[in-house]
């Protein structure tokens, strides 16, 4: 085997983690097979830029960030707004029955213990919980939420590309916690019971 | 005083820019005397913490 083919067969071993990575944020299989393709070609080609192999899997995944900012930026700029209004909305009925007319917690609402995050990272199985409850996510306020925790854009830059004010994308962060958070507690952790 | 209600929005709001003085110790105050927002706090940064396995897969949670 040339070193190329070496380079080629180990990054083809990445293709499963990567496309999972391009799914979550692109929610479009087509699109996301595209993106990684692409990814793992600008890696071929810009392996003299990579020096140890230690970090492989890491600057595989730095192109391949890259490659979805770009499919992101090249799709229609700025957020349904419209979409966006009926997904807090939707929310705001929810999240308010969570609380008291004093906006403490009502006994079966309150967050519970979620034990040692560790254990729970080293299950295999959580992360079909997981990815199934990122993708639950509305529409628009996921887009936000995954710009700002899986690409790493300040909240400023998110509201400059998306055009929102800033105000409104605190809230749909929250909001995206809020209902990761939710989820994972229904599907996965159990719901809490401690008093406050 | 701050509500659980609002408690929560900070909490989310920490891990997005820092807290000014005032947020930070209405914040304190309201996590010393309530557990679930307590509990809440931690799930934000499990979330956190989750999102980076993700992001960074080399620490191979699969092995």
């Known amino acids: 085997m ?18 999972r990575f391009a799914r979550l944020q692109l929610r479009d299989d087509a699109l996301a097979e595209d993106v990684v393709q692409e990814a793992l070609i600008g890696a071929l ?7 140890g192999r230690a970090a492989l899997k890491t600057w595989v995944f730095a192109i391949l960030k890259n ?18 209004a009926a997904e807090e909305e939707e929310f705001d009925q929810t999240f308010d029955r969570l609380f008291k007319a004093n906006g403490h917690w009502t006994p079966v609402s309150r967050p519970g213990d979620w034990g040692d995050p560790e254990e729970t990272l080293r299950q295999t199985q ?5 990815d199934a409850c990122l993708n639950h996510l509305p529409t628009s ?10 690409l790493e854009f300040e909240v400023e830059e998110i509201c400059q590309e998306l055009g929102i004010r800033s105000s409104n994308c605190y809230v749909i962060l929250h909001r995206a916690r809020h209902n990761l958070r939710g989820c994972l507690e229904r599907t996965w952790f159990g719901p809490g019971d401690h008093p406050c | 005083m701050l509500s659980c209600k609002q408690t929560t929005r900070l909490l989310s709001a920490a891990q997005d820019r820092p807290l000014g003085f005032g947020e930070r110790l209405s914040l304190k105050l ?21 999102i980076r396995h993700v992001k960074n897969p080399q620490e191979d949670r699969r092995a």
Not at chain 1, 7 to 15: C, D
């Open chain 1, 126 to 130: 959580f992360w079909a919980t997981f």
């Open chain 1, 141 to 150: 306020t996921a887009r936000v939420f995954m710009m700002r925790e899986f």
């Open chain 1, 45 to 51: 080609a810009g392996k003299q830029d990579f020096a």
């Open chain 2, 30 to 50: 309201h996590l010393l005397m309530c557990k679930g927002c307590t509990n809440y706090s931690h799930q934000m940064d499990f979330l956190r913490t989750a």
């Open chain 1, 2 to 19: 040339t070193a190329n083919d070496e380079l080629a067969a180990e990054l083809s071993a990445f293709r499963p983690d990567l496309l």
């Open chain 1, 67 to 84: 490659k979805i900012i770009d499919t992101l930026r090249g799709r229609e700029r700025s957020i349904n707004l419209s979409a966006l």
